[in-house]
């Protein structure tokens, strides 16, 4: 059976930091590009970040310079670093397997996979 299983939120102040787990069981996350997405409440869900098999990174421009997202093979886990949090970041992350590709024009851009696999989410709160 494959599972996604996020961990690591919770409730930090404003300016705060917190590191998401992304854990895999049932498949290797080295076959997969990997995305981090978020919802609020009343929100649509919005990309965050995604990494590519070989490491090739995507950001949001939300989040750009303040989250980093990275992959250890060893342990089949991606992570998410989130840095500077603020207000706006709160919401329930997911992780998901993804596409990625590059275009001239855009850069790296990535969505979730037609028929792949989400976990179940860990909500976020950045609040005084």
């Known amino acids: 059976q494959v599972q996604l299983v996020e961990s690591g939120g919770g409730l930090v102040q404003p300016g705060g930091s917190l590191r998401l787990s992304c854990a895999a069981s049932?498949?290797?996350?080295?076959?997969?590009?990997i995305g981090w997405f978020r919802q609020a409440p009343g929100k649509e869900r919005e990309k965050v970040s995604c990494?590519?098999?070989?490491?090739?990174?995507y950001y949001d421009n939300s989040v750009s310079g303040r989250f980093t997202i990275s992959r250890d093979s060893a342990k089949n886990m991606v992570f998410l670093q989130m840095t500077y949090l603020k207000p706006e970041d709160t919401a329930v992350y997911y992780c998901?397997?993804?596409?990625?590709?590059?275009?001239?024009?855009?850069?790296?851009?990535?969505?979730?996979?037609?028929?792949?696999?989400w976990g179940q989410g860990t909500q976020v709160t950045a609040a005084a």
């Open positions: 998901a397997t993804v596409d990625m590709w590059r275009t001239l024009k855009y850069g790296t851009e990535c969505r979730p996979q037609s028929s792949g696999y």
């Open positions: 049932g498949l290797s996350l080295d076959y997969y590009h």
């Open positions: 990494i590519s098999r070989d490491g090739i990174t």
